[in-house]
């Protein structure tokens, strides 16, 4: 593990661009990362590779009604993750609006870049940025 990426990769991470609906921040793609460092943690994604999974949905689900009443669709996080620069999807999708069908029919995967994948393999590390989102964007 280099943990010299852990710092550019926490910037990274708690520099995600957050939209918003009526003045309200919409916190999906914390929670989005959030639950994917919980099912790399519980060996629910073992290669760098993610998938739009059952597995994966439920973890975000419970996640996100873990901080709030209702839940927002784990489509748009997944596709507009890829805005970030950390997280890329690898295929062709016909629509800048995805449904979860044609995220799981129309690309391979999603995936993170290298370094981050790494730094991710280490649960110190994955407990240090889990902390960090937790408390820069869902703990206010």
Excluded at 81 to 94: A, E, P, V, W
Excluded at 99 to 109: F, V
Excluded at 120 to 130: A, F, V
């Amino acid at each position: 593990m280099n943990s010299l990426n852990l710092p550019y990769y926490s910037t990274q991470i708690l520099s995600m661009r957050i939209g918003n609906h009526c003045g309200r921040p919409i916190l999906a793609k914390p929670i989005f990362v959030l639950s994917i460092i919980d099912c790399i943690a519980a060996d629910n994604i073992k290669t760098n590779e993610i998938r739009y999974t059952q597995e994966l949905e439920n973890m975000y689900t419970t996640n996100y009604l873990s901080f709030f009443e209702k839940s927002t669709g784990m489509q748009w996080p997944f596709f507009h993750l890829t805005s970030d620069g950390f997280y890329h999807i690898k295929g062709n999708l016909t629509s800048k609006s995805p449904t979860p069908n044609q995220l799981k029919t129309q690309i391979e995967y999603a995936y993170f870049d290298d370094a981050l994948w790494q730094l991710l393999q280490n649960s110190e590390s994955r407990d240090y940025l889990r902390q960090s989102l937790i408390k820069h964007y869902l703990q206010k």
